[in-house]
C-alpha cells in the first residue's frame, strides 16, 4: 500500500480544506516528515488516517470512551457554523484482485438535530464503486487489516508502554494474537462458554411447547425471508459491480478513441476564437505603433546624421551672426581707442582684430542643404533617441507575444485536428450513455433491495425478541439437562482443541518473530555485545534478554534510553513479519530518548522502518541535527502550524528550520 494524499475538511483543529500530497518522491527518500508543536494537530492527522479507513471501528486516541455518533460531532471544527459538517478523503494505491489499483475513500458526516449523518464513498480508478463502498468494512481488511493496523500505525504511548517491563507483556500478547489471528480463537472459546451458559432443553407442557414451536416457526420463516433479501440485494450488487465494469470498459474505449476531446470539442473551438481575437488585437496595436514614428528607425543612420548636419548649420549661422556683430564691433573700437595709440600698436590691434575676424569666418564656411524649419530641432529631441528606442521595446514584446498566440493557435488546431467525427464516437458515446443508464437503474434496484433487506431484518429481530421473551417465561419449566451435559461436554472438547491448535500456532511462529525482533534490536543497539538472544515466553509473552554467555539479561539493567530502543525493536520486528507491505505512521517517537539513542533511530530505524515512513514530530524531537541526519532520506516535509487567533491549524511546506514556508492547499 502506497498513501498518495490526505485531504481534511473541518476535522478537529483543521478549519476549512486542507490537501497534503504524501507521495514519496523516490524509494529512496521514504520519509515524509511533519512538524508541530503540541496541541498543533499531529495525533489528530493520525486519527484521521484511523477513522477514514476504518469508521466506527477505528481506534482513535481522541475517542476514549465516547459514542461513536459523539465522537464524530466533537470531530467537527467548533469554529464552523451548525449546518456544516466534516470530511475525510484518503487516496491510496494498493493491490487488489491481482491488480494494482487507486483507492479514494471519501467519509463525511454533519450533525442532524442529537444525531449524525454520516456518508461513506469509495471508488477504484476513479469510478465510484457502489460494491466497494458497500463491502468496505471486508476489503479494507484485505487491504489493511485493523488488528495489525497498530504495528504500523502507533504513538509514543505505545512505545512507553512496551519500555515499561510491567506492561510489555500485555502490549506484545496483544500484538501476537493480532498478528497470528489468535484473538479470533480466544473469541471463539468465549463464545463457547457463552453457548454453555445458554443453552437449555424446552420440557415444558404442551401449550407452551405449541407456541413456542409457532414462534420459533416464525423466526425460521422470517429468517427465510431476511436469506432471500440478502441473497436478492448482493444479486442486486453484483448487477451494480457488472454495470459499473460495463461503464468502466466504455468509458475507456471512449477515452481511447478519443471521445474526451470530442466532448471538450466546442470548449477547444472557443479558445481558438479566443487566441484568434488576440492575436487581432496585437497585430492592430502593431500597425498603431506602424503608422507612428517608428519607421524611422530602418533610417536611424541617416537620422543621425541628420542631427548632426543639423548642429554643424546651427553652429554655421551663428558664425555669421557673430562676424556681422565683429564687424561693427572692430570699426567702434579703433575709433574709441586709436588716436590714443601709436601707430604700431595700432597697426598690431587692426591685424589681431583681422585675424580674428578671418577664423570666425572660416567658421561659417559650411555647406548649408537642409533647408529644415526652426523648429526640427525639437522635433528631433523628442523621437531621437529615446522615443524610437521606446516604441522598438514595445514592438519587440508585441512580437514576441504573437509569436506565442500563433503557437498556441497552432496547437490548438493540432488538437482540434485530432478530435475525431462526430459519427466515429457516436456509438461509443451512445455506449457509455447506455451503460450510465443502466448503471442507475441497478443502484436504483440495490436500493430497493436494500431497504427489504432492513425490513427483513427489524422483522427477524422482532420474531427473535418475542421467542426469547417466551423463553425467558418459560425458563421455570426448562429442565433439559441431558441436552446442557451434552452440548458443554462437547463445547469443553472444542476449547481443548482450540487451545492445542493456539500453542501449536505459537511454537510454530513463535520462532520467527523473536529472530525479526533480535535483527531489529541489534540494528538499533549501539551496545552490539549487549545482547545475543531473545525469548518470548508462550503463555505470558515475557520478554526474556540473553547475553553472549546465555546468561539472563534483566531489562531493569537497561538504560530508559535503550527499553525505548528495545520497544521499537518488537515493533518493527513483528511488523516485518507480518509480510504486509504497509506505511508505517509513528507520532512523537523520540520523547524520553538521549541524543545518542535519538541519532540511532534516526539512522537506522527511521529510513529502513518502510517503503514510506509518515514521521509526526515536535521540534524538540527531530531537531536541526537530527534534521541534517534524516535529510536525505526525507521525500516531503510539512509544517503543522496552530492559529490562536482563528482557532485552527493550517499547513505549510517545509519544517521548522527547513526552507521559507508556503500554504499547502
Request: proline share 3%; net charge negative.
Amino acid at each position: 500500500m502506497l498513501l498518495r494524499e490526505i485531504v481534511l475538511h473541518n476535522f478537529g483543529g483543521y478549519r476549512g480544506r486542507h490537501s497534503i500530497d504524501l507521495t514519496p518522491p523516490s524509494p529512496s527518500q521514504p520519509i515524509i516528515l511533519f512538524g508541530g508543536l503540541n496541541g498543533a494537530g499531529k495525533t489528530t492527522l493520525l486519527d484521521a488516517m484511523q477513522l477514514v479507513l476504518y469508521g466506527k471501528r477505528a481506534r482513535c486516541a481522541g475517542r476514549g470512551n465516547l459514542a461513536y455518533d459523539e465522537y464524530l460531532r466533537r470531530c467537527v471544527n467548533r469554529s464552523v457554523a451548525e449546518r456544516e459538517g466534516a470530511a475525510l478523503e484518503l487516496c491510496f494505491e494498493a493491490v487488489f484482485d491481482g491488480v494494482v489499483a487507486v483507492f479514494r475513500i471519501h467519509r463525511s458526516w454533519e450533525r442532524a438535530g442529537a444525531g449524525v449523518r454520516e456518508h461513506l464513498a469509495v471508488s477504484r480508478d476513479d469510478i465510484d464503486s457502489m460494491l466497494l463502498t458497500e463491502r468496505w468494512d471486508e476489503i479494507v481488511e484485505e487491504l489493511m487489516p485493523l488488528d495489525i493496523s497498530s504495528l504500523f500505525f502507533f504513538d509514543g504511548e505505545k512505545i512507553e508502554a512496551l519500555a515499561d517491563p510491567e506492561r510489555a507483556g500485555l502490549v506484545i500478547a496483544t500484538a501476537v494474537d493480532s498478528l497470528l489471528g489468535l484473538n479470533l480463537l480466544d473469541r471463539l472459546s468465549v463464545d463457547l462458554v457463552a453457548l454453555e451458559r445458554k443453552k437449555r432443553a424446552i420440557t415444558a407442557d404442551s401449550d407452551t411447547r405449541e407456541n413456542l414451536a409457532k414462534l420459533e416457526e416464525a423466526v425460521a420463516s422470517a429468517r427465510a425471508q431476511r436469506a432471500r433479501a440478502l441473497q436478492e440485494k448482493a444479486s442486486r450488487l453484483n448487477e451494480v459491480d457488472r454495470t459499473e465494469t460495463v461503464l468502466r470498459s466504455a468509458r475507456d474505449a471512449f477515452r481511447k478513441q478519443g471521445g474526451e476531446l470530442f466532448e471538450k470539442k466546442g470548449q477547444i473551438e472557443h479558445r481558438r476564437q479566443l487566441l484568434s481575437t488576440q492575436l487581432l488585437e496585437i497585430e492592430h496595436r502593431l500597425f498603431d505603433v506602424a503608422a507612428g514614428p517608428l519607421p524611422l528607425r530602418l533610417v536611424s543612420d541617416l537620422l543621425a546624421q541628420v542631427v548632426e548636419q543639423r548642429g554643424r548649420e546651427k553652429d554655421a549661422s551663428n558664425a555669421d551672426l557673430m562676424a556681422e556683430a565683429l564687424d561693427g564691433r572692430d570699426s567702434d573700437m579703433l575709433v574709441a581707442v586709436g588716436p590714443a595709440l601709436s601707430k604700431s600698436a595700432r597697426a598690431k590691434l587692426e591685424d589681431f582684430l583681422a585675424a580674428d575676424r578671418v577664423e570666425r569666418s572660416r567658421l561659417a564656411h559650411v555647406p548649408r542643404y537642409l533647408a529644415v524649419p526652426d523648429d526640427i530641432d525639437q522635433r528631433l529631441a523628442f523621437v531621437w533617441p529615446n522615443e524610437l528606442g521606446r516604441l522598438a521595446a514595445q514592438t519587440s514584446d508585441l512580437l514576441a507575444a504573437r509569436e506565442l498566440v500563433i503557437a498556441e493557435i497552432d496547437e490548438v488546431d493540432r488538437t482540434l485536428a485530432a478530435v475525431p467525427a462526430a459519427d466515429a464516437v457516436a456509438a461509443l458515446s451512445a455506449q457509455c450513455d447506455e451503460a450510465s443508464r443502466l448503471l442507475e437503474e441497478a443502484r436504483a434496484r440495490h436500493t430497493v433491495a436494500s431497504e427489504l433487506v432492513e425490513e427483513a431484518a427489524r422483522a427477524v429481530a422482532d420474531h427473535e425478541a418475542r421467542l426469547q421473551r417466551a423463553y425467558r417465561d418459560a425458563s421455570a419449566t426448562v429442565a433439559g439437562e441431558e441436552d446442557a451435559r451434552r452440548i458443554v461436554d462437547h463445547a469443553g472438547r472444542v476449547r481443548e482443541t482450540l487451545d492445542l491448535f493456539r500453542r501449536s500456532l505459537l511454537d510454530r511462529h513463535l520462532s520467527s518473530i523473536e529472530a525479526a525482533v533480535l535483527d531489529s534490536l541489534r540494528r538499533l543497539l549501539r551496545k552490539q555485545q549487549l545482547i545475543s538472544d531473545l525469548r518470548l515466553d508462550p503463555d505470558t509473552f515475557e520478554l526474556g534478554l540473553f547475553d553472549r554467555d546465555g546468561n539472563r539479561v534483566s531489562t531493569e539493567r537497561l538504560s530508559a534510553g535503550e527499553r525505548q530502543l528495545l520497544a521499537v525493536a518488537l515493533l518493527w520486528g513483528l511488523a516485518r513479519v507480518s509480510g504486509k507491505q504497509l506505511p508505517t505512521i509513528v507520532d512523537t517517537p523520540l520523547g524520553r530518548l538521549d541524543s545518542t539513542h535519538r541519532r540511532l533511530i534516526a539512522e537506522r530505524y527511521f529510513p529502513n522502518a518502510s517503503h514510506q515512513v509518515l514521521l509526526l514530530s515536535t521540534d524538540e524531537e527531530i531537531d536541526q541535527n537530527l534534521l541534517d541526519v534524516i535529510r536525505p532520506s526525507i521525500g516531503r516535509m510539512y509544517e503543522l502550524r496552530y492559529d490562536d487567533a482563528t482557532g485552527s491549524t493550517s499547513v505549510v511546506d517545509g519544517y521548522f528550520w527547513a526552507e521559507e514556508a508556503s500554504h499547502v492547499a
